[in-house]
Every structure is written in structure tokens, then in C-alpha cells.
């Protein structure tokens, strides 16, 4: 009787030639002509539903410059509503905070402080509970997405 | 295309085991490789460029559909066999009336059939001859899992195939010549 060293390396052989000799499986039929359909119709795309990196440069650099202004405007807009904020009357803390984000190119640094001033301000079990009903609703789709992979797909398979 | 269809549409199936997910894969690469039609043409490594970018598109594939169920399924699985390895006995008979063509489609059915953690690894090893390392790196697991998966695959696959008439000691023997 061959001992069980012996017995894997002739398996691994053998598995190594039926594996290698195995000639290349034919593509199916209607390869071609899907490739050839999805390259007809990516060139009749317009240039601005292609990837970006396919836009013309021009385009590029405006959409750029469009995004800077818009994240520009977007913070002068949420300094001036946490004035009115502060006109109606909210803490000051939040309004000084708002002050250093708009006065200030540190935005990450201001925009962390006030996220911290906003997050102490809020009740604690409203926190954590709102945090507990979203990992329970993460949690139930996550099992019932689980249920029903290993009901409709592992059965089929 | 046409030259290269057949090794990137293999490539894609044997890690996938689907043939519909294999053709998507296949058609992504040849978009691919259509982007990069100037560089490819008449290039000498067109072939492993294409083989390269259909392995990683289908690992990555895999690794995109299927990781946040390995936890549901394969692992299940993997439960399964974590006893004894699997017996493997060479049998001592032959069959002789299986041609070239019966035994491909019997050895690539049986392929497909093997559960993705040990189709993968032993498709790696011994299609694109990756060493233990570069499969556990890739796959993100050990090479201690890496070597179990693939000497159980080996095992399932002779299983498979005795069980489906084809005799292992008869493929042994024809691969030696050059037959298999």
C-alpha cells in the first residue's frame, strides 16, 4: 500500500496533466457580436455620459472649476444659516464655530469641532438610540438579504 | 478577438464556474482592451495582458458579489470539511470508451462543480501557475488555507470523476504519454 505522501503527489500530478491537457473551452457564439454591440454603442454616447476620464479637456477643467465654486458657495451658504441660527437664538458656541469655518481655510478642523459641539448638545439616549435603530435595521436587512441568497440562490445552484 | 476569445472566455469560466458570468467578464475585458487598442495591436504580450486582466476582473468579481455571503455560505461549507481529509484511492480498473472530448467536458463539469474556495485556489495553481503565496495574497487567507483548499479540491475532483466513470489511474497513465 502507498503511504498517503506518495498517494497526494501522485493526485497532484495527475489533477496538474488532466487540468493542463484540457484544451480551451469555446467562447459562446454570441460573444463577438456583444463586444462589438457595447463598442457601437459607447461610441454613440455623448462625450458627457462617457467616464470622465474620456471627456474632452476643456470640459474637464470647467467641471472642476464648477465643482470648486459649488463647494465654495455651499459653505458661505451654511455659515449664513448658522447666523440666522445664532439670530434665533442657538448656542453661541455653534455660531463662534461657524465663524472660524467661514473666516477660516482650516475646514476640516472647524468642521470637526462643530460636529463635536453639535453631538454634545444632542440628548444622550436620543443618540444612542437613534444609533441602536439603525444597526437593527442594518442587521434585519442584512439577515433577510442572507435568507434570501441562501433560499433562492443556493438552491438553484 | 476571434484569435483570443476561447483563452479569455476559459479563463473567466474555470474561476467562476457560470458561463453567463464568465461571457460578462469576457466582454469587459475585450472593452478593456478595445480602450487600449493602439498599445495592444501586434504587441507579443497581448495574450497576457488579456489573461492577467480576465483573472483579476473574475477574482474581482468574485470577491465583489460573493464576500458578504461567505460568511452565510461558504463558510457553511467549509464547516462541512473541516473534518479528516477526504480518502483518495487511485481505482484499479479502466474505462475505455471515453474519447478526448467526453473527458474534457466530464473534467471541466466537475470543475465547475467544486465549491468557489476550492475551484479558485486549484484553478490558480494549476491554470496560471501561481505559487501558494501569491493565491493566499490574492485571496486575502492564508497559505495554510490556501494548501488545504487545493489538496481537497484535488481529492473532490478525483471523487467526482471516478464517480462520473472517468478513472484517474487511466488519465494518470495517458498524461505520462501525452495523451490526456
Known amino acids: 500500500m502507498e503511504s498517503p505522501d506518495r498517494n497526494q503527489e501522485r493526485l497532484a500530478q495527475w489533477v496538474h496533466h488532466a487540468l493542463r491537457g484540457l484544451p480551451p473551452r469555446n467562447a459562446p457564439a454570441g460573444l463577438q457580436s456583444r463586444v462589438l454591440a457595447a463598442i457601437a454603442r459607447r461610441s454613440a454616447q455623448p462625450w458627457w455620459e462617457q467616464h470622465f476620464l474620456r471627456w474632452p479637456l476643456p470640459a474637464r477643467l470647467g467641471f472642476l472649476l464648477l465643482s470648486a465654486v459649488i463647494a465654495r458657495l455651499l459653505l458661505q451658504a451654511s455659515g449664513w444659516m448658522i447666523d440666522r441660527l445664532r439670530e434665533l437664538g442657538v448656542s453661541p458656541v455653534v455660531a463662534t464655530q461657524a465663524r472660524e469655518l467661514r473666516s477660516d481655510w482650516s475646514f476640516i478642523a472647524s468642521l470637526n469641532d462643530t460636529l463635536h459641539v453639535v453631538l454634545n448638545a444632542i440628548p444622550s439616549p436620543w443618540l444612542y438610540g437613534s444609533l441602536a435603530v439603525i444597526g437593527l435595521m442594518y442587521a434585519t436587512l442584512f439577515g433577510i438579504g442572507s435568507v434570501a441568497y441562501r433560499t433562492f440562490n443556493q438552491e438553484r445552484s | ?180
Request: net charge negative; proline share 3%; no cysteine.
Open chain 2, 1 to 180: 478577438m476571434r484569435q483570443y476569445q476561447d483563452m479569455v472566455y476559459s479563463t473567466a469560466a474555470r474561476l467562476l464556474g457560470d458561463a453567463a458570468q464568465a461571457e460578462d467578464i469576457a466582454q469587459g475585458v475585450f472593452l478593456k482592451a478595445y480602450e487600449r487598442f493602439d498599445e495592444l495591436r501586434g504587441s507579443p504580450t497581448a495574450a497576457g495582458w488579456l489573461k492577467t486582466v480576465a483573472t483579476n476582473q473574475s477574482l474581482n468579481h468574485l470577491s465583489r458579489y460573493r464576500k458578504r455571503w461567505q460568511f452565510f455560505s461558504d463558510r457553511r461549507r467549509d464547516d462541512e470539511d473541516d473534518g479528516a481529509d477526504p480518502e483518495f484511492g487511485v481505482p484499479d480498473t479502466t474505462l475505455e470508451d471515453l474519447d478526448a472530448d467526453q473527458r474534457s467536458a466530464l473534467i471541466e463539469a466537475a470543475l465547475d462543480s467544486l465549491p468557489s474556495h476550492q475551484r479558485v485556489p486549484l484553478v490558480l495553481f494549476h491554470f496560471e501557475d501561481m505559487p501558494y503565496q501569491d493565491i493566499a495574497e490574492r485571496l486575502q487567507v492564508s497559505v495554510g488555507k490556501i494548501k488545504t483548499d487545493i489538496h481537497r479540491g484535488r481529492a473532490a475532483l478525483a471523487q467526482l470523476l471516478t464517480a462520473r466513470g472517468v478513472v484517474v489511474a487511466d488519465l494518470h497513465s495517458r498524461s505520462e504519454h501525452g495523451i490526456a
